[in-house]
């Protein structure tokens, strides 16, 4: 386990996000990023989530909907790292993992493309 502060893991996280391309990231739409400490108390190693209607989900009633939610979770991800490089790596599949959520891919295709 390697010891990353919160603003350097945030940095990583943002730069994670940053680094999708743009015309991937111009097509999200109504989706937070956040980054907390711990994942849920029922899935503790929990290293991302995506919490919201994903895009093939949406029909015309949608509208006046909270945004959609994808966190990064700090903690259990420095839990399988050794390095700083690693938690870049994790970080970088976590971010394009949950966003592929949102795109209505699901685990299964994600772990085919080594998103897993």
Same mark, same amino acid.
């Given at each position: 386990m390697i010891d990353v502060s919160e603003e350097r893991f945030a940095e990583l996280v943002e730069? *994670?996000?940053a680094a999708v391309p743009s015309e991937l990231a111009a097509?999200?739409?109504n989706v937070v990023l956040f980054v907390e400490d711990d994942a849920p108390a029922d899935d503790?190693?929990?290293l991302g989530l995506y919490d919201g209607?994903?895009?093939t989900e949406r029909d015309g009633t949608y509208a006046g909907v909270m945004p959609d939610r994808i966190f990064v979770f700090r903690n259990p991800t420095l839990a399988i790292c050794d390095t700083e490089d690693d938690v870049v790596e994790e970080?970088?599949?976590t971010?394009?993992?949950e966003i *592929?959520?949102?795109f209505g891919i699901e685990d299964d295709r994600l772990h085919e493309l080594g998103y897993a």
């Open positions: 730069a *994670a996000f097509l999200l739409d503790p190693t929990l209607i994903p895009l970080v970088g599949i971010v394009v993992h *592929a959520h949102h």
